[in-house]
């Protein structure tokens, strides 16, 4: 039997079945029980602080929470059972069968409004870090993919159709940029929702004196919502990340596409392991690709609870309003696919065997080598509308012959052009096809492992904006580097001061390496302080920091970044180029004359223009 209402004593008579049933969230909003916890421990110390209850009661309620809590955790299915209307009403009854009277206190100054929204932002952080750790496991799968399938040739296709041959590396590695998209949305997306909305009440803020920004602290919240009104009625979070799992479903689905059709006998590129396909229960050869069509269903699934939370949030007026009781299923149900989706692409790629050859031959059918011998037809002085039209006669001649382009004779590719001579076969090859793709972003084989080197750099490598707490890190690096002689020396009061001009690379956690941006009052930008830990085998650091504090100047619309360095080919490598000292008037007077070194300068100038 149901407990009874939260709200009750308004009412002469209690709810109908039918609108209970129809009203109830406990059968689905029992997940949060573990987040409603953490929102009461809290909320009870911030009672304590204003008086409400003792030190004592403050106590008293939070051990019985935690009791609860670990009761909870051996006995969840009890939860969704228990017949109480919501998460909140099966708390606080529990906790008033521990404590008694003083289990109703813990609810001064608070409304299920403001425990509802900072239940679901707890929750929603929490799940968006697990599925932070998945798209970064996904990304993984591919790259090591790519450096197995390293020198392996795949056709590339348009509109389903052959088109020019690509390494299959770096088929794998534009899905790494697209997840790497994903995974900087859902950064994004749980940065701007980690503000807490407890201690606004109903919809006007809690009468009491409440110190919300603590409160926010002791949950790990950034800060408090600004705005009561906001706070309560705010699901931007919601369609933030359900936004970001629809167009993180999509690129797995474009994935799962990919591979049902290479593992089709049609193409035959590769085979997926036993353990992610299934059998057909009438025709006993069929190994059907079921792990992937379920991901591509699913993405659907995601996407319209992106579509249904869009619609129910339409036209709503502030604040709170019963509507918002939908934000849930199609979330939790979204983020769990996502994640399950992500997880059994890992896996799936795990498990692929590739049929080299059969790639391989694809590759070289199809004509794809046209644009090459256009290419050619270019390179000798014909213009590229004239040499697409000949070599689209060139293919006629081609198929009537049943051969590939680089099987007719010099004197069959003459009746048709004259230009053409004996060095066009070398144009032709397959691997000639590769190795002229080497414009930043190309299939040739040395983008592809520079591309592939970077991603897995990355994957080792975090660099993020310092903060306080890496401060002795960075008094340590630049201390060391300022001991070398390499770095100027800074004080650690000076680099507290500075510390939004930081950029830090993080390796499993620790600070490994620094770098700031200073900014002179000129507009003239400098990257100072760079330095990686010597002890650190992880290569890669110096240049994502500096990419870093690149991307940062260009966010602050700055022109120039300068550097001095003794290093030149690193910087080089980074897009600078040499200028003269005497260009840097803010530098020379700002640091060269206190230099000691100053005589005996060995250090050289380095711009990079900023559009």
């Not at 900014?519 to 290569?539: D, W």
């Amino acid at each position: 039997m149901a407990s009874a209402q939260l709200w009750g004593g308004r009412f002469a008579d209690g709810p109908s079945e039918a609108f209970q049933a129809f009203n109830d969230s406990l059968p689905f909003d029992h997940v949060l029980a573990e987040q409603d916890i953490q929102g009461s421990v809290a909320w009870a110390d911030g009672l304590r602080q204003v008086g409400v209850i003792t030190a004592q009661e403050c106590q008293q309620l939070q051990q019985a929470l935690t009791e609860l809590w670990q009761e909870l955790q051996q006995h969840p299915q009890q939860i969704a059972v228990a017949g109480d209307e919501d998460i909140h009403s099966f708390i606080e009854r529990k906790l008033v069968e521990r404590v008694g009277d003083l289990g109703k206190k813990l609810h001064t100054g608070r409304s299920r409004n403001d425990q509802v929204a900072t239940d679901l932002r707890l929750w929603s952080r929490q799940q968006g870090q697990a599925v932070l750790k998945a798209l970064t496991t996904l990304q993984g799968a591919l790259t090591e993919f790519a450096a197995r399938e390293i020198d392996t040739v795949l056709p590339g296709y348009t509109h389903l159709q052959r088109a020019q041959p690509v390494l299959f590396a770096h088929w794998a590695l534009a899905y790494v940029e697209m997840l790497q998209r994903d995974h900087e949305r859902l950064v994004d997306a749980l940065e701007r929702m980690n503000q807490s909305p407890l201690g606004c009440g109903a919809l006007a803020g809690t009468a009491y004196p409440i110190d919300r920004e603590q409160l926010a602290q002791q949950l790990g919240f950034h800060s408090a919502c600004r705005n009561s009104l906001d706070a309560v009625s705010d699901r931007d979070f919601v369609l933030e990340l359900l936004s970001t799992a629809s167009l993180s479903m999509l690129h797995l689905s474009r994935l799962a596409e990919d591979l049902i059709f290479y593992n089709s006998g049609e193409a035959g590129f590769i085979e997926l392991a036993d353990d992610v396909t299934s059998g057909s229960s009438l025709m006993p050869q069929k190994k059907n690709p079921d792990a992937l069509e379920l991901v591509r269903g699913k993405s659907g699934r995601v996407t319209g609870a992106l579509m249904a939370m869009t619609v129910t949030l339409k036209s709503l007026p502030l604040a709170y309003n019963k509507d918002l009781q939908e934000d849930k299923e199609g979330l939790f149900d979204a983020l769990k696919h996502w994640r399950a989706a992500l997880n059994i692409s890992s896996q799936c790629l795990q498990g692929i065997r590739v049929n080299r050859e059969r790639c391989r031959q694809a590759a070289q059918q199809g004509y794809a080598n046209a644009t090459e011998l256009a290419d050619y037809l270019v390179s000798k002085g014909v213009p590229f509308r004239q040499a697409h039209h000949q070599v689209g006669e060139l293919v006629q001649l081609a198929i009537k012959q049943g051969k590939p382009l680089e099987q007719l004779s010099l004197s069959q590719m003459q009746q048709v052009t004259e230009t053409i001579e004996e060095d066009v076969y070398p144009w032709l090859s397959l691997q000639s096809l590769l190795e002229k793709r080497q414009a930043l972003g190309g299939t040739s084989p040395e983008r592809v492992k520079e591309a592939l080197k970077k991603h897995q750099q990355q994957q080792k490598i975090r660099v993020r904006d310092a903060n306080l707490s890496d401060i002795d890190a960075i008094v340590g690096l630049v201390g060391h580097w300022a001991g070398a002689g390499e770095n100027l020396p800074r004080a650690k009061d000076d680099i507290i001061h500075s510390i939004n001009e930081f950029a830090v690379s993080e390796i499993d956690g620790n600070v490994m390496g620094c770098a700031s941006l200073y900014i002179y009052t000129t507009g003239l930008a400098e990257i100072r302080s760079l330095g990686v830990n010597p002890q650190s085998k992880v290569k890669g650091q110096g240049r994502l920091l500096v990419e870093k504090l690149l991307r940062k100047a260009r966010d602050l619309h700055l022109k120039r970044v300068i550097v001095l360095t003794r290093v030149p080919d690193f910087f080089e490598q980074q897009g600078f180029y040499h200028c003269s000292k005497d260009s840097l008037p803010e530098k020379v007077m700002k640091d060269c004359e206190l230099c000691p070194r100053k005589a005996n300068c060995d250090e050289l100038a380095m711009e990079f223009r900023l559009l």
